[in-house]
């Protein structure tokens, strides 16, 4: 058989090559084709996925702040970055009610412009700093010394900036800047924070995004924010990751897309699920959200194109084989399978143990 091994990390201890290395093992030992894929969200794993793929150079990024370190991965013409690192913190609260700062990512993006680069593709996640991006708005402006005032000079001055390269927000989440479901409803699951913390963030972010968004209408004529019957910018999906930075980049010009999709797309992931027998993908947690626009899903509809089966493996299984049959998967294991009183000692869980495991028990179904 040909197996395509495409997951995430399914386990805060074991990155996605570990993961799939992991997984393909039992296959390699007895005799079968195997192609190992690691995948990413965009907010992790973009770097460590697109350079298993295609190779490269991962430089180190100083940006500032507390977290002042990133990772930069250049190939063949684009330059990768994770700016999650930058921005994982909790931060305190700030006396207008913002959180933290995207600033740290502006000095991150003029290095990989610096390269040279005629892309820069930028993975951004969901993140307890929230400012809407204004940090990374105002670290632009005084780079080029304009005002960090909203007006269409300075959004044009800011967006000269970047006019050199083509850049591409891979989003990890498909969360909004804002609204009832967007980034700043979300900052009350982070420990530290709570719903009025995050009630007035979202008040003052938003004062913001109607400022530029009334500024970008000024300047742009053909752009979604210039078409009223388009959801404003801060409101749409994608814009919320990054604490805003995602939104801000979007003003300046970026695409916001997403992240697995992005990630699927710099890896090859159709044309290899194209060669396969059988595809074995993994992430933490095999949940609704997986099964929309993670990873598991991305994987499962390209096998679908093609009609090739996929098996999932999650640390943990919340969904049902019908729903993993909407997004072209066959079959979901736990990691660890759930445990009956009496039926003897409780199976390792160390994540490398219990994958194993795991990964024997899916050779001994699935192999033909």
């Given at each position: 058989?040909?197996?395509?091994?495409?997951?995430?990390?399914?386990?805060?201890?074991?990155?996605?090559?570990?993961?799939?290395?992991?997984?393909?093992?039992?296959?390699?030992?007895?005799?079968?084709?195997?192609?190992?894929?690691?995948?990413?969200?965009?907010?992790?794993?973009?770097?460590?996925?697109?350079?298993?793929?295609?190779?490269?150079?991962?430089?180190?990024?100083?940006?500032?702040?507390?977290?002042?370190?990133?990772?930069?991965?250049?190939?063949?013409?684009?330059?990768?970055?994770?700016?999650?690192?930058?921005?994982?913190?909790?931060?305190?609260?700030?006396?207008?009610?913002?959180?933290?700062?995207?600033?740290?990512?502006?000095?991150?993006?003029?290095?990989?412009?610096?390269?040279?680069?005629?892309?820069?593709?930028?993975?951004?996640?969901?993140?307890?700093?929230?400012?809407?991006?204004?940090?990374?708005?105002?670290?632009?402006?005084e780079h080029v010394g304009c005002s960090v005032e909203p007006s269409p000079e300075n959004l044009t001055a800011m967006?000269?900036?970047?006019?050199?390269?083509?850049?591409?927000?891979?989003?990890?989440?498909?969360?909004?800047?804002?609204?009832?479901?967007?980034?700043?409803?979300?900052?009350?699951?982070?420990?530290?924070?709570?719903?009025?913390?995050?009630?007035?963030?979202?008040?003052?972010?938003?004062?913001?995004?109607?400022?530029?968004?009334?500024?970008?209408?000024?300047?742009?004529?053909?752009?979604?924010?210039?078409?009223?019957?388009?959801?404003?910018?801060?409101?749409?999906?994608?814009?919320?990751?990054?604490?805003?930075?995602?939104?801000?980049?979007?003003?300046?010009?970026?695409?916001?897309?997403?992240?697995?999709?992005?990630?699927?797309?710099?890896?090859?992931?159709?044309?290899?699920?194209?060669?396969?027998?059988?595809?074995?993908?993994?992430?933490?947690?095999?949940?609704?959200?997986?099964?929309?626009?993670?990873?598991?899903?991305?994987?499962?509809?390209?096998?679908?194109?093609?009609?090739v089966p996929v098996v999932a493996v999650g640390w943990e299984v919340h969904t049902s084989r019908r729903d993993g049959?909407?997004?072209?998967?066959?079959?979901?294991?736990?990691?660890?399978?759930?445990?009956?009183?009496?039926?003897?000692?409780?199976?390792?869980?160390?994540?490398?143990?219990?994958?194993?495991?795991?990964?024997?028990?899916?050779?001994?179904?699935?192999?033909?």
């Amino acid at each position: 058989m040909h197996v395509l091994i495409a997951p995430d990390s399914v386990a805060p201890m074991l990155s996605a090559s570990d993961s799939a290395a992991v997984l393909a093992e039992p296959w390699q030992d007895r005799g079968h084709t195997v192609r190992q894929v690691p995948m990413g969200t965009g907010s992790t794993g973009l770097v460590e996925a697109v350079a298993a793929a295609r190779g490269g150079h991962v430089h180190p990024v100083r940006a500032t702040g507390p977290e002042a370190v990133a990772e930069m991965l250049l190939v063949e013409g684009s330059a990768y970055v994770e700016a999650g690192p930058l921005l994982t913190r909790v931060p305190e609260v700030a006396e207008d009610g913002l959180l933290g700062s995207t600033a740290p990512l502006a000095a991150v993006l003029l290095a990989a412009s610096a390269t040279g680069a005629q892309r820069v593709v930028v993975g951004l996640g969901g993140t307890p700093v929230h400012d809407g991006g204004r940090g990374l708005l105002h670290a632009l402006a005084e780079h080029v010394g304009c005002s960090v005032e909203p007006s269409p000079e300075n959004l044009t001055a800011m967006r000269a900036v970047l006019a050199p390269v083509t850049v591409d927000v891979a989003a990890g989440t498909e969360l909004p800047l804002l609204g009832l479901h967007g980034a700043g409803a979300e900052l009350a699951r982070y420990p530290g924070l709570d719903a009025t913390i995050a009630q007035r963030a979202e008040n003052v972010v938003g004062g913001q995004v109607a400022e530029w968004e009334r500024v970008a209408q000024q300047t742009s004529r053909r752009s979604l924010l210039a078409d009223d019957s388009a959801p404003r910018l801060g409101r749409a999906p994608h814009s919320g990751a990054g604490g805003g930075a995602a939104f801000a980049l979007a003003l300046l010009g970026a695409r916001l897309l997403p992240g697995p999709e992005l990630v699927a797309a710099e890896v090859g992931l159709p044309a290899a699920v194209a060669e396969a027998d059988l595809v074995v993908t993994a992430a933490p947690a095999l949940d609704g959200a997986a099964l929309h626009d993670g990873i598991p899903a991305v994987v499962g509809r390209a096998a679908m194109e093609v009609g090739v089966p996929v098996v999932a493996v999650g640390w943990e299984v919340h969904t049902s084989r019908r729903d993993g049959a909407r997004v072209g998967i066959s079959a979901s294991y736990p990691v660890i399978d759930p445990r009956m009183p009496g039926t003897g000692p409780a199976p390792s869980t160390d994540p490398l143990t219990a994958l194993q495991a795991r990964a024997e028990r899916i050779v001994k179904t699935w192999a033909q």
